[in-house]
């Protein structure tokens, strides 16, 4: 590469937007990036603690991945040869692109959806093609069937970020069943849904499920995701693709530990859900949003040309939301992750004040 190919390619990569992380405000209500902090600090300190008792970090992690591979099969109810670890399921999904698209596949997704998933495929140049959602914040499974057929990959987070949309078990196995391609579903958010389609990949060759410890399990910050696929896939994932450490290894102790502790994981992704029906009642009830169902730890809705005025007064009360603007026919989206009782009440309170 010469000294002038080098500049341009630098000059090309800076017109890219990149991943847009949330703006950081100290000390505010975190309801903006979708974690869960239902997991309380003491789980987490029990969950560290195991991690630190058990890694000595002057040793690279070998033979401590494999651990927690057989702990993730028997979760997902696998074999652990189908099962992949990765550095969040970011990097999972940065592998799969970089090593199976190309500027020569076309990629078959919804509009909106995983944002980080967008800009990759921006950065490699792989075409997208991208099926709107509908009013109500739904896709059509005729859409997607009928589109399937122009593109190699399909990629559906399901349920979606930043709707909350999930097609039914019945349509999303539909799709994977008649599409003849790699199909990559992302299920970060699949705990707080009504399934999973973990166990179809015993089935469907071409089906790669990615998942995450980010969002039920509530370890955002220790950077765990995996990938559940057919065995020869895993083989090649993790012998060739994947880096020879992806996850440090105190990382890899909590997730086995968290594994342990399911039960308690569990009882928090309920109140969750139950939470979840309680914001979206509310503010149906307030009259004045638009309030699209969710099957996941977080609830869209359009503040009918309010969203910046909302999201303003709401962090100027140090609770932080995610605006996103223009969805579909929806001017004004903002998303508010599900937090604890506590948060997600001085939440409405706060929107109920609002409106007043
Ligand atoms: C749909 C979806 N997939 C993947 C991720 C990334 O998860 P991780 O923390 O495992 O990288 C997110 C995070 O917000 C997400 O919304």
Same mark, same amino acid.
């Given at each position: 590469m010469t000294k002038q190919e080098f500049s341009s390619k630098i000059e090309e990569l800076s017109k890219l937007q990149g991943y847009q992380k949330p703006e950081y405000h100290h000390g505010v209500l975190k309801l903006d990036s979708n974690e869960n902090f239902v997991v309380n600090k003491q789980l987490q300190q029990d969950i560290i603690n195991f991690?630190?008792?058990?890694?000595?970090?002057?040793?690279?992690?070998?033979?401590k991945s494999e651990k927690l591979v057989e702990s993730i099969a028997s979760y997902v109810g696998l074999p652990k040869y189908m099962v992949g670890i990765g550095n969040g399921s970011d990097q999972i999904l940065d592998i799969i692109l970089a090593n199976f698209a190309s500027r020569k596949t076309k990629i078959l997704t919804s509009n909106p959806t995983f944002s980080f998933f967008e800009e990759r495929c921006k950065l490699y140049d792989i075409p997208t093609i991208k099926i709107p959602f509908t009013k109500n914040m739904t896709l059509d499974i005729n859409d997607f069937l009928s589109k399937s057929k122009q593109a190699d990959i399909l990629y559906l987070d399901s349920p979606n970020n930043p709707t909350g949309f999930q097609f039914k078990k019945d349509e999303l196995s539909r799709i994977v069943s008649k599409f003849d391609g790699m199909v990559i579903v992302d299920e970060a958010y699949g705990e707080f849904s009504d399934y999973s389609l973990a166990s179809m990949t015993k089935k469907y060759n071409n089906l790669i499920v990615v998942r995450t410890f980010s969002k039920s399990f509530g370890l955002?910050?220790?950077?765990?995701?995996?990938?559940?696929?057919?065995?020869?896939?895993?083989?090649?994932?993790?012998?060739?693709?994947?880096?020879?450490?992806?996850?440090?290894?105190?990382?890899?102790?909590?997730?086995?530990?968290?594994?342990?502790?399911?039960?308690?994981? %569990? /009882?928090? !992704?309920? &109140? @969750? +859900? %139950? /939470?979840? !029906?309680? &914001? @979206? +009642?509310?503010?149906?009830?307030?009259?004045?949003?638009?309030?699209?169902?969710?099957?996941?730890?977080?609830?869209?809705?359009?503040?009918?040309?309010?969203?910046?005025?909302?999201?303003?007064?709401?962090?100027?009360?140090?609770?932080?939301?995610?605006?996103?603007?223009?969805?579909?026919?929806?001017?004004?989206?903002?998303?508010?992750?599900?937090?604890?009782?506590?948060?997600?009440?001085?939440?409405?309170?706060?929107?109920?004040?609002?409106?007043k």
């Open positions: 991690a630190q008792k058990n890694s000595d970090v002057r040793e690279y992690p070998l033979g955002a910050g220790l950077r765990l995701g995996y990938v559940l696929a057919n065995k020869k896939f895993i083989d090649v994932f993790t012998r060739v693709l994947q880096y020879p450490y992806p996850l440090n290894a105190l990382a890899i102790e909590a997730g086995v530990f968290a594994l342990q502790k399911i039960k308690q994981i %569990e /009882e928090t !992704t309920k &109140i @969750i +859900k %139950e /939470e979840r !029906t309680r &914001i @979206i +009642k509310k503010l149906r009830e307030s009259k004045a949003f638009d309030v699209f169902d969710s099957k996941a730890n977080f609830v869209l809705f359009d503040a009918r040309g309010a969203d910046k005025r909302i999201y303003t007064a709401l962090l100027e009360q140090g609770i932080s939301i995610r605006k996103l603007g223009k969805i579909g026919k929806h001017e004004g989206c903002l998303r508010v992750t599900v937090g604890t009782k506590d948060m997600n009440s001085k939440f409405l309170l706060a929107i109920r004040d609002l409106l």
